[in-house]
């Protein structure tokens, strides 16, 4: 009989977890899906039956549900809780962890959810091998995890690997956390809205912007996206802008870590075919002595939408120094 492991990604919208063995963990045993609730009581509750299920669906199967671990979307002390959240506010200063360890009777490691996924993308990804990584999540807003030495970092506060909040244009776009011209400004499904505003002001956006029904506030990522599958050159255009973007973080984080590998995911990677080549093709130029060493390869993470909830459970059994 197997032990399996219980891992949960709770992300803005939607809570995904997944009941792995540890020798195959890209390919989950049980599955379950749920929407995020926006209050702290109802969540708690969700996870817990979420919990439920996967362990009725594990002991069906005629195996053992072992550890547990949850990956949330935001900076996670070294106590494991929640301490900074854009997309979960209701759980900030929750004590999550122990009401959800009172409700299902055993202990649950809590880490940041990029992390998760790096961590996931190391063991069974596109990092295998890898002993220095960087992570970046594409995605509303930027995600990331940083692995050293085949250690996540964590930081003095728990608090490291945020390259969202980079600042890449000094006096540019204000961001939610206070700074200005944060990387996730430009860079993410929110800095492709902008960039397609900005062109609208210009007279350079024509389908977007009648896709947002003739209001540039209107515009969001999947406007943009929609007019680049149907070809349009202004779209396509507002893409290669949004590559230069992303280019200039990765090449910042290059620079301080000079890793073996940069792994991209988050949503904005289904529509990579858009933007992805160009980044590659970019980068050179953003990377100190870049023509005189090996380059370092920047892939797609391979684990897609799982790769949180599969480095959860599998940072259930390895959990990081926390206290
Ligand atoms: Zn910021």
Same mark, same amino acid.
């Given at each position: 009989?197997?032990?399996?492991?219980?891992?949960?990604?709770?992300?803005?919208?939607k809570v995904l977890?997944?009941a792995?063995?540890?020798?195959?963990?890209?390919?989950?045993?049980?599955?379950?899906?749920?929407?995020t609730?926006?209050?702290?009581?109802?969540?708690?509750d969700?996870?817990?039956?979420?919990?439920?299920?996967?362990?009725?669906e594990v002991?069906?199967?005629g195996?053992q549900s072992?550890?547990?671990g949850?990956g949330?979307?935001g900076?996670?002390?070294?106590?494991?809780?929640?301490?900074?959240?854009?997309? =979960?506010?209701?759980?900030i200063?929750?004590?999550?962890?122990?009401? =959800?360890?009172?409700?299902v009777?055993?202990?649950?490691?809590?880490?940041?959810?990029?992390?998760?996924?790096?961590?996931?993308?190391?063991?069974? /990804?596109?990092?295998v091998?890898?002993?220095d990584?960087?992570?970046?999540?594409?995605?509303t807003?930027i995600?990331?995890?940083?692995?050293v030495?085949?250690?996540?970092?964590v930081?003095a506060?728990g608090?490291?690997?945020?390259?969202g909040?980079?600042?890449?244009?000094?006096?540019?776009?204000?961001?939610?956390c206070?700074?200005?011209?944060?990387?996730?400004?430009?860079?993410?499904g929110?800095?492709?809205?902008?960039?397609?505003?900005?062109?609208?002001?210009?007279?350079?956006?024509?389908?977007?912007l009648e896709?947002?029904?003739g209001d540039?506030?209107?515009i969001?990522?999947?406007?943009?996206?929609?007019?680049?599958?149907?070809?349009?050159?202004?779209?396509?255009?507002?893409?290669?802008r949004?590559?230069g973007?992303?280019?200039?973080?990765?090449?910042?984080?290059?620079?301080?870590?000079?890793?073996?590998?940069?792994?991209v995911?988050? /949503?904005?990677?289904a529509?990579?075919?858009?933007y992805f080549?160009?980044?590659?093709?970019? =980068?050179?130029?953003?990377?100190?002595?870049?023509g005189?060493?090996?380059?370092?390869?920047?892939?797609?993470?391979?684990?897609?939408?799982?790769?949180?909830?599969i480095?959860a459970?599998?940072?259930?059994?390895?959990? =990081?120094?926390?206290?």
């Open positions: 009989m197997t032990e399996l492991l219980l891992g949960i990604d709770v992300g803005g919208t977890g997944v792995i063995d540890p020798a195959f963990p890209d390919q989950p045993v049980a599955l379950r899906r749920a929407a609730p926006g209050d702290v009581e109802t969540l708690v969700v996870l817990a039956s979420t919990i439920d299920q996967l362990r009725a002991s069906a199967t195996h072992g550890p547990i949850l949330l979307p900076v996670v002390d070294r106590s494991g809780v929640l301490r900074g959240a854009p997309n =979960l506010l209701c759980a200063d929750q004590p999550v962890r122990s009401r =959800l360890e009172e409700h009777g055993s202990t649950v490691m809590i880490e940041n959810d990029a992390n998760c996924a790096l961590w996931a993308e190391s063991r069974v /990804g596109s990092g091998g890898a002993s990584a960087v992570f970046v999540a594409l995605g807003g995600g990331g995890a940083v692995m030495g085949g250690e996540l970092r930081g506060n608090f490291a690997g945020e390259p909040h980079m600042v890449v244009a000094a006096d540019g776009v204000q961001c939610p206070g700074r200005s011209g944060c990387w996730e400004r430009y860079a993410s929110a800095g492709l809205a902008w960039l397609a505003r900005e062109a609208a002001l210009q007279g350079q956006a024509g389908l977007i896709l947002a029904g540039a506030d209107a969001v990522g999947a406007h943009v996206t929609a007019a680049a599958d149907a070809g349009d050159a202004e779209a396509l255009e507002i893409f290669d949004f590559a973007w992303v280019a200039v973080g990765i090449g910042n984080l290059m620079n301080i870590l000079d890793p073996d590998v940069v792994i995911g988050g /949503g904005l990677t529509h990579a075919r858009h080549d160009r980044v590659r093709q970019l =980068l050179p130029a953003e990377v100190l002595g870049a005189s060493h090996r380059s370092t390869p920047v892939m797609l993470a391979q684990l897609g939408p799982d790769a949180g909830a480095g459970a599998l940072l259930a059994i390895e959990p =990081l120094r926390r206290e």
